[in-house]
């Protein structure tokens, strides 16, 4: 079968299966053997789309025409934890990007010095579970040059990563505050940065600065805003709920490719 009949046909078996699957969910999520099934086909739906596509090809990129005037801006857009509000207060001076977990040499980088980090631009569509896509330009620093930096260990599967905002309601332990991951398939791709910048302005805080995740071929909420910290990890099951990330916690698919 030709990679273009591939395509057309796993296209095909995802629309109709996707109708089952939504009228479905309601019934099955609730119970444990409902949700293995559903990671099932989380697992099965990650691999074919892996299978069709080039794990290096590019999400679109659009031409500064196509710009949203009002790009949404969702989930937190003004944080109140307040060593986040300290960093604020004195623009974000203070602020480090912490790399560590599974690596060689953990890094602490200032915003300085991410921004002097092999770079990339690109113009891009941001699409919501909820619905709404928005187009903006992102600038920022490529992750996988970075994780060379700080040079990963063997056993490394996945990146996770740490913010500054609470979702969850704000805990000592940390455990309201939003996380994520992506495993190193996405990590590595040349679309992947730590963005300090949006549509040529330094990124402003509704939209997660000083850094967010822009990790283009997947959803919105895999896109983590205010981003303090990057963990390398053999897996995440010891990490808050085990399923990789804030929403995931709560039923969201942690692969959620487009």
């Known amino acids: 079968m030709s990679l273009a009949h591939r395509r057309a046909?796993?296209?095909?078996?995802?629309?109709?299966?996707?109708?089952?699957?939504?009228?479905?969910?309601?019934?099955?999520?609730?119970?444990?053997?409902g949700q293995a099934v559903l990671a099932r086909a989380e697992g099965l739906t990650r691999r074919a789309q892996r299978l069709v596509i080039d794990r290096k090809a590019l999400a679109r990129e659009f031409s500064p025409a196509l710009i949203s005037a009002n790009f949404r801006a969702n989930g937190s857009t003004n944080p109140s934890d307040s060593d986040y509000v300290a960093l604020v207060a004195n623009g974000?001076?203070?602020?480090?990007?912490?790399?560590?977990?599974?690596?060689?040499?953990?890094?602490?980088?200032?915003?300085?010095?991410?921004?002097?980090?092999?770079?990339?631009?690109?113009?891009?569509?941001?699409?919501?579970?909820?619905?709404?896509?928005?187009?903006?330009?992102?600038?920022?620093?490529?992750?996988?040059?970075?994780?060379?930096?700080?040079?990963?260990?063997?056993?490394?599967?996945?990146?996770v990563f740490h913010c500054a905002d609470s979702l969850g309601g704000q805990h000592a332990d940390g455990s309201g505050r939003y996380y994520e991951s992506v495993d190193l398939i996405d990590a590595y791709h040349p679309q992947t940065l730590?963005?300090?910048?949006?549509?040529?302005?330094?990124?402003?805080?509704?939209?997660?600065?000083?850094?967010?995740?822009?990790v283009e071929r997947q959803l919105g909420y895999k896109q983590a805003k205010y981003v303090m910290r990057l963990e390398a990890v053999a897996d995440f099951a010891h990490i808050r709920g085990g399923k990789g990330g804030f929403w995931e916690d709560r039923g969201y698919e942690w692969y959620a490719g487009i």
Not at 115 to 135: F, K, L, N, Y
């Open 9 to 33: 046909w796993l296209k095909g078996a995802a629309a109709s299966l996707g109708a089952f699957w939504l009228a479905a969910c309601d019934r099955v999520s609730g119970s444990p053997k």
């Open 92 to 159: 974000f001076a203070d602020w480090k990007l912490v790399i560590d977990g599974l690596v060689e040499r953990p890094l602490a980088l200032s915003l300085a010095e991410l921004r002097a980090e092999p770079a990339r631009t690109q113009i891009t569509r941001h699409d919501c579970v909820e619905g709404w896509s928005d187009i903006a330009k992102w600038t920022g620093a490529r992750l996988g040059p970075l994780l060379d930096k700080a040079g990963l260990k063997r056993e490394a599967r996945y990146i």
């Open 194 to 214: 730590l963005a300090y910048a949006m549509n040529d302005q330094a990124l402003p805080v509704a939209y997660g600065a000083p850094v967010r995740l822009r």
